[in-house]
């Protein structure tokens, strides 16, 4: 906790906004997408989505393949406490939803499922969008899966198990997929495990699937000293050519026509 709370005081030091920020790629991002406070039809959707889960007094058996929570220690877990406690927030939710949205993602990949509430967000942000996500825990899988049936999230694929095994198919079958195999995936969402080493891992595993105008989130990219030192080396890769460190997220684009920047931005 100690760790955290002294990066974001140096995050605060070195952050900006809109203005300052050169890149009109960026600008646009930061100004169309990222502060964008208009309401969108599918907010009210993505409210409900989480408040359903809120009201559950179910207990399910938690099987944890990665760093775990900082908040939630029991195997044993309230369907309600970790949606309160260990899902995305709304703010972040709806801005997930608008970066899909914005940047026409319509191949995404997704580590890390939990209770499906970041998935529901990229699905309401694109309903066009095909989702494949990973989850660990057959139980929370179960739950989103559920989730999903009830708000007729169809173009969603839960893959149940460890990513050691799920990732590598899933990449192929998203690769068999498409007509050019190394421009498979729009956009990855990186929240399925909080350690550095498994981190750099998936990010080198997804790489060969990436085209020009692909996008990789990283969630919670200041957990941990180890997950800092993962961010750092994914935003120095030659391949990555524009980061954007938002605290709770790392950003990363590939556009071989934008010369490196890191940027670092408040929202």
């Known amino acids: 906790m100690l760790f955290q709370i002294a990066s974001y005081f140096k995050f605060l030091v070195k952050s900006t906004n809109q203005h300052g920020v050169h890149s009109p790629f960026v600008y646009n991002l930061i100004t ?4 964008d406070k208009k309401q969108k039809k599918w907010y009210s959707k993505l409210i409900n989505y989480r408040q359903l889960l809120l009201q559950s007094d179910k207990i399910i058996e938690v099987t944890d393949f990665g760093a775990g929570s900082k908040t939630l220690k029991s195997q044993q877990r309230k369907v309600a406490t970790i949606a309160k406690n260990a899902g995305i927030s709304i703010k972040r939710a709806k801005l997930l939803g608008r970066m899909v949205s914005y940047l026409h993602a319509d191949t995404i990949l ?3 499922t939990s209770l499906g509430i970041s998935s529901a967000a990229m699905s309401f942000g694109n309903p066009k969008s095909k989702i494949a996500t990973l989850e660990g825990c057959p139980k929370t899988a179960d739950i989103a899966k559920t989730s999903f049936k009830h708000f007729n999230l169809s173009t969603i694929e839960v893959i149940i198990g460890n990513f050691t095994n799920t990732l590598p198919a899933t990449l192929k079958q998203l690769s068999d997929n498409t007509t050019d195999s190394k421009d498979s995936l729009d956009l990855v969402y990186f929240d399925g495990n909080h350690q550095k080493e498994a ?5 080198e595993q997804c790489l060969p699937f990436i085209h020009n105008d692909s996008v990789f989130i990283f969630d919670d990219i200041y957990w941990s000293k180890g997950m800092q030192e993962a961010w750092t080396h994914i935003k120095k890769h030659p391949k990555v050519t524009v980061s954007i ?3 709770y997220w790392g950003i990363v684009f590939f556009r071989k026509e934008q010369e490196k920047e890191d940027f670092v931005i408040r929202l």
């Open 110 to 112: 997704e580590i890390g």
């Open 32 to 35: 169309k997408c990222f502060y």
């Open 199 to 203: 981190t750099l891992d998936y990010f």
């Open 245 to 247: 460190d938002t605290f």
